[in-house]
């Protein structure tokens, strides 16, 4: 069974940045997806975004083209979400999903980072 | 892009009760219909996959149906576990989610 660790919780200010990590581990094949999907207090799952592990190729949700990055180290099994210009709008749940087939159900997800944006 | 919509968005109900989930899409998916379930501060858990496809170690009360652009979540014999928050998400086209249907107790 696929294990996704996240990191931990974020205060940042506005205009700031935040990068979360997700670490994947127990799993059998190289290629699968990182996804990210976020969730506002209260609010339902958005899907940010995904990066495929072994080609490093990304596919953006419309709304988060050019202010999200996505990476992925593979030597350590980890990707990372990297959100720039932070703002109120941004305080939300994140979470990293797994899949093999990138465009498809997700099997598997990390515990969710808490980023709270605040003056 | 695709929308989901799901309807209600809050369901009342009781223990052994049986309740339908409904989830529009905005054009023909093709069954490429996934739902979850959300426990407050979890994360979300795949319960059924392909429209109608039990996850492995999901109950059977759960099930799922429909095509097209129409699809329902049933769960029978509601279970107090199964007080929750569901939500489906289309992958015909990248990925988008329901704005998800709260099951409180009645």
């Known amino acids: 069974q696929v294990q996704l660790v996240q990191s931990g919780t974020e205060v940042k200010k506005p205009g700031a940045s935040v990068r979360v990590s997700c670490k994947a581990s127990q799993y059998t094949f190289t290629d699968f997806y990182f996804h990210w999907v976020r969730q506002a207090p209260g609010q339902g799952l958005e899907w940010m975004g995904w990066?495929?592990?072994?080609?490093?190729?990304?596919k953006h949700a419309q709304k988060f083209q050019g202010r999200v990055t996505l990476t992925r180290d593979t030597s350590t099994s980890t990707a990372y979400m990297e959100i720039s210009g932070l703002t109120s709008d941004d305080t939300a749940a994140y979470f990293c999903?797994?899949?093999?087939?990138?465009?498809?159900?997700?099997?598997?997800w990390g515990q969710g980072t808490l980023v709270t944006v605040s003056s | 892009d695709i929308q989901m919509t799901q309807s209600p968005s809050t369901l009342s109900a009781s223990v052994g009760d049986r309740v339908t989930i409904t989830c529009r899409a905005s054009?023909?998916?093709?069954?490429?219909l996934a739902w979850y379930q959300q426990r407050p501060g979890k994360a979300p858990k795949l319960l059924i996959y392909?429209?109608?496809n039990l996850e492995s170690g999901v109950p059977s009360r759960f099930s799922g149906s429909g095509s097209g652009a129409d699809f329902t979540l049933t769960i029978s014999n509601l279970q107090p576990d199964d007080f929750a928050t569901y939500y489906c998400?289309?992958?015909?086209?990248?990925?988008?989610f329901g704005g998800g249907t709260k099951v409180e107790i009645k």
């Open positions: 998400q289309q992958y015909y086209s990248y990925l988008t």
């Open positions: 392909m429209a109608s």
């Open positions: 999903a797994w899949n093999y087939g990138g465009q498809d159900r997700l099997d598997y």
């Open positions: 990066i495929n592990s072994k080609t490093g190729d990304t």
């Open positions: 054009q023909s998916i093709n069954g490429w």
